[in-house]
């Protein structure tokens, strides 16, 4: 029966663990999704805490995870667990009868989940729950091991929390992520392919431009708190992308009004066009960050802290886009990979 309830926990607070690295990983997706929530329950004021929202809710996450798979402060963390789990699969219920045209994002933007999918998700793991801890009365206490364990994949969590805060995602699992062929203006057969849409001062669309060509764009889709020092950067960058041979386009959510009274550079204004939030957003989660496309395919990016050097752009220029793509996307699938590995391991077995 011991061994039964140990491995109930485990799998809940694997799972727990798992969705809370996910979320960590997309900090700017996670305050998306609790935008979406507060959207729904009409907590308009909420709307500027949506990223901390889910931030420290994904940390709570790993905190219940980690603990249950350790099984450290058994009571504690059992009634913490069940709260959660609890409030998880009422707020599931509700989005299930009401059926909001939103995703639940448990495993942020990896997994998609319906609602009814979300709602016997959580009923699962309460009835693993329920084995692991029912009663709690039960006494037990972790061998010092498990409360190092515990606390080693809580500093492996923040770390892995502060990179995501300074970079974009390790692994990129939006609909517009590196290998994504973006659907062509007039090609209605390609049902599937996102489509990236902007347009210029006059309001006449220019989503052609992404076509038969290479080209770095640099997304912001938060114009207002980009820095002057950092447009000054993003000014110095899109010099070098011509440079190196190919073009430079700044997107901006923003109207041209707007626009000019955060940008200046004549070699912004030069490359400047008006795009969506959402769409900027999903395109980098940097807000100023650059996206490497060719001929209408995404192959890299970048966020804003650490542009292309002259070099890079110069070996991007010269280098065929599928030998740029393979490099982008199997290395940070293989950190991802390994990061998990570690911290799994640390949590099973020490």
């Known amino acids: ?14 799972v727990f663990f798992l969705a809370a690295i996910l979320k960590l990983m997309d900090p700017v997706g996670a305050g998306l999704v609790v935008e979406e929530y507060f959207k729904f329950l009409h907590l308009w004021f909420m709307m500027p805490l949506a990223k901390v929202t889910g931030v420290a809710m994904a940390m709570v996450e790993a905190v219940l995870g980690a603990a249950m798979i350790t099984d450290c402060w058994h009571k504690a963390t059992g009634i913490a667990t069940v709260v959660v789990l609890g409030g998880f699969t009422i707020l599931t219920a509700v989005l299930w009868i009401c059926n909001p045209p939103m ?3 448990c495993f942020g933007e990896a997994v998609h989940l ?8 959580n009923v699962v793991l ?6 692991a801890f029912v009663p709690l009365s039960v006494p037990y206490k972790a061998a010092k091991n498990r409360y190092v364990a515990f606390w080693i994949a809580m500093l492996s969590a923040a770390l892995f929390l502060l990179y995501s805060l300074l970079s974009i995602p390790m692994q990129d699992f939006t609909p517009l992520a590196p290998g994504v062929e973006i659907m062509q203006p007039d090609d209605e057969y390609a049902l599937d ?8 001062a006059n309001g006449d669309y220019a989503d052609e431009m992404v076509f038969g060509k290479k080209l770095i ?3 912001a889709y938060d114009p207002g708190k980009i820095s002057e020092s950092r447009w000054k950067k993003i000014a110095s960058f899109t010099t070098e992308v011509r440079k190196a041979g190919m073009e430079p386009l700044v997107l901006v959510s923003s ?3 707007e626009i000019t009274d955060h940008v200046r550079e004549l070699e912004i204004l030069s490359t400047l066009y008006f795009a969506d939030r959402k769409m900027l957003m999903t395109l980098n989660r940097s ?14 990016k970048w966020a804003v802290r650490v542009l292309p050097e002259n070099e890079d752009l110069e070996w991007l220029a010269q280098t065929d886009s599928t030998e740029v793509l393979m490099d982008s996307t199997a290395r940070p699938r293989m950190r991802l990979q390994a990061f998990l590995l570690y911290v799994f391991a640390v949590l099973l077995l020490i």
């Open 114 to 121: 319906t609602h009814a999918q979300s709602f016997w998700k």
């Open 126 to 131: 309460l009835a693993l729950w329920a084995v």
């Open 103 to 105: 995703d639940c994002g």
């Open 217 to 219: 764009l640099v997304s």
């Open 287 to 300: 807000n100023g960050g650059a996206t490497y496309i060719a001929d209408g395919q995404i192959v890299n």
């Open 255 to 257: 109207t041209p009004e």
């Open 1 to 14: 029966m011991r061994a039964l309830r140990r491995i109930s926990a485990a799998v809940v607070g694997s």
């Open 193 to 200: 392919a996102p489509m990236l849409s902007f347009c210029d």
